[in-house]
T-cell receptor, first 113, second 114 residues
Framework: DQQVKQNSPSLSVQEGRISILNCDYTNSMFDYFLWYKKYPAEGPTFLISISSIKDKNEDGRFTVFLNKSAKHLSLHIVPSQPGDSAVYFCAASVGGSNYKLTFGKGTLLTVNP | DAGVTQSPTHLIKTRGQQVTLRCSPK?????VSWYQQALGQGPQFIFQ???????QRGNFPDRFSGHQFPNYSSELNVNALLLGDSALYLC?????????????FGNGTRLTVT
């Protein structure tokens, strides 16, 4: 039973354009959501997070949107850069926990020069 | 400032054997979590150690056990290895249990069971 779903295995965008990565969840107890980025042969790196009391959080080129009624969140990257090419994981937790995370399967983002 | 370090980077074992993976947390961190990432999947939570005790556990059998030492480093032990245990094992650390301290992951140990 996949509680966090990333339905797009891959996404390809042009440099300078917007990248939108999507994530859906089924567990209504999730109240903290995170995005991690993973390069080959490296561990996941924290990117941005959002609490369920907010619907938007922004950090530089990265913005995460949360739609609780739809149980959907998205990560926007503007503008996209070739160095953003990586696998992006959506993760969620209950009770604001930072360690017991439920991850999606990931989306491979390729930003073409 | 060293990040999370894991050893070994790669390991090949035979079915039925036992394996020990090691992790040193990022400097200043005292909480260690372990994750298993199978091919094509996202990381899956195994367990978390804080103050040398297992605090939370995911849906993994008792063949998976761990330990945290007084210097906060940690070991993951897997007994009676199965082919399905082949995966990337990730260690992560933090200095807090809440949302103010996102997990920092190591580069992982790639375990292959033949």
């Amino acid at each position: 039973d996949q509680q966090v779903k990333q339905n797009s295995p891959s996404l390809s965008v042009q440099e300078g354009r917007i990248s939108i990565l999507n994530c859906d969840y089924t567990n209504s107890m999730f109240d903290y959501f995170l995005w991690y980025k993973k390069y080959p042969a490296e561990g996941p790196t924290f990117l941005i997070s959002i609490s369920s009391i907010k619907d938007k959080n922004e950090d530089g080129r990265f913005t995460v949107f949360l739609n609780k009624s739809a149980k959907h969140l998205s990560l926007h990257i503007v503008p996209s850069q070739p160095g953003d090419s990586a696998v992006y994981f959506c993760a969620a937790s209950v009770g604001g926990s930072n360690y017991k995370l439920t991850f999606g399967k990931g989306t491979l983002l390729t930003v073409n020069p | 400032d060293a990040g999370v370090t894991q050893s070994p980077t790669h390991l090949i074992k035979t079915r039925g054997q036992q394996v020990t993976l090691r992790c040193s947390p990022k400097s200043g961190h005292d909480t260690v979590s372990w994750y298993q990432q199978a091919l094509g999947q996202g990381p899956q939570f195994i367990f978390q150690y804080y103050e040398e005790e297992e605090r939370q556990r995911g849906n993994f059998p008792d063949r998976f056990s761990g330990h945290q030492f007084p210097n906060y480093s940690s070991e993951l032990n897997v007994n009676a290895l199965l082919l399905g245990d082949s995966a990337l094992y990730l260690c992560a650390s933090s200095d807090d249990l809440g949302y103010n301290s996102p997990l920092h992951f190591g580069n992982g140990t790639r375990l292959t069971v033949t």
